[in-house]
């Protein structure tokens, strides 16, 4: 993965996945972020409540990074589930039977594979503004061997996927457990950029990632050997009061807010960009169309049990609208 490499290969695979976050993609890609938004909140419009998690923040950025892909409708589905199964995987909780889940990841990722391969074919005779005409040029023009792209797409679907779909129901959770805030926000809806900063650093979908010590080294008074894996508390460290004032308190006008939510580094966050995008444009419209949302006082919140240390969100998140 893009992820584990070391400089000069990590340099020369970032550059090349690069080519496909490019301004003007992101650009094209807004309305495909704006209108699913809209869709997926016309489907639940009229019942007066739904399930933030299974109706908005997981169809969200699947059905997008689907768009982004150019995966062709008739092939959604699919992709959708080996998605899953591949990016669950990622999430296993210890003492679960790892195995079953990574024989379907694998399995998924090949299957996957296989459509990447018929869509790069496709791409190259006919080039869009999807992400895999824009990696497939940058490969060819740089003499990249097109049989890796595969690999590059699943890790960016990997990464895309339950960030941002837990992120979204982070984000919709923090408002609504702190309503002097929510209503700052309705009051002055320019506040919505600060304001998903501040939820990225309050409670980021990524709390820790991880590293490998290259060799023996000392932080804050700790030897670490070499070889020894470590783990980076991003959200810790968003926490961390000699860095914020007032961590734990919950402000969608906090400046200046430098958070680790998207890493930092060579290894900074690819889709950073992106998934600032999504939130922004999630949350304010369903500010927008739902004023009156709050909490189901009927129905339980549920954190994410399934997850290890590297995702945070939830399973379940009924509101009233
Ligand atoms: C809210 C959502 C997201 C969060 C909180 C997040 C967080 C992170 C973090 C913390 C890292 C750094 C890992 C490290 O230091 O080793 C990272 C890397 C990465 N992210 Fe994200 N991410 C999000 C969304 C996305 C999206 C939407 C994409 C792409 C569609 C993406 C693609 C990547 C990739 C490819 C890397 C590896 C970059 C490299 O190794 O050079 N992420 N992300």
Request: with cysteine; net charge negative; hydrophobic share 40%.
């Amino acid at each position: 993965m893009i992820v584990e490499k070391d400089p000069p290969e990590h340099t020369e695979l970032r550059k090349l996945a690069n080519q496909g976050f490019t301004t003007r993609a992101l650009e094209s890609w807004r309305s495909i972020i704006e209108n699913t938004t809209e869709q997926l909140l016309d489907n639940v419009q009229n019942y007066g409540g739904m399930n933030v998690v299974s109706d908005l923040s997981v169809p969200l950025p699947t059905v997008i990074l689907t768009k982004i892909f150019g995966v062709p409708e008739t092939d959604r589905a699919k992709f959708i589930e080996w998605a899953m199964d591949i990016t669950t995987f990622f999430g296993v909780l210890g003492g679960s039977n790892i195995e079953e889940f990574a024989r379907k990841a694998d399995l998924a990722a090949a299957q996957f594979s296989a459509l990447i391969r018929q869509l790069i074919e496709q791409r190259r005779r006919q080039p869009g503004t999807d992400m895999i005409s824009l990696l497939t040029v940058a490969y060819e023009e740089q003499g990249f061997n097109l049989e890796e792209l595969p690999s590059l797409c699943i890790q960016i679907l990997n990464a895309g996927l339950l960030t941002t779909t837990d992120l979204i129901s982070n984000g919709v959770n923090a408002l609504l457990t702190h309503p002097e805030q929510l209503q700052k926000l309705k009051k002055n809806p320019t506040l919505i950029n600060s304001a998903v900063e501040e939820i990225i650093r309050f409670d980021t979908s990524v709390p820790f990632f991880f590293r490998i010590a290259k060799q023996d080294l000392t932080i804050g008074g700790k030897d670490i050997t070499a070889g020894s894996v470590i783990a980076l508390g991003l959200g810790a460290a968003n926490h961390d009061p000699q860095k914020f004032d007032s961590p734990s308190v919950f402000d969608i006008t906090r400046s200046p807010n430098e958070h680790l939510g998207f890493g930092s580094g060579i290894h900074f966050c690819l889709g950073s960009v992106l998934a600032r995008m999504e939130l922004t444009i999630c949350l304010a419209t369903l500010l927008r169309r739902l004023p009156n949302l709050s909490f189901d006082p009927d129905k339980q919140a549920i954190s994410t049990k399934h997850t290890t240390l590297l995702l945070k969100g939830f399973d379940s998140l009924p509101v009233k609208f």
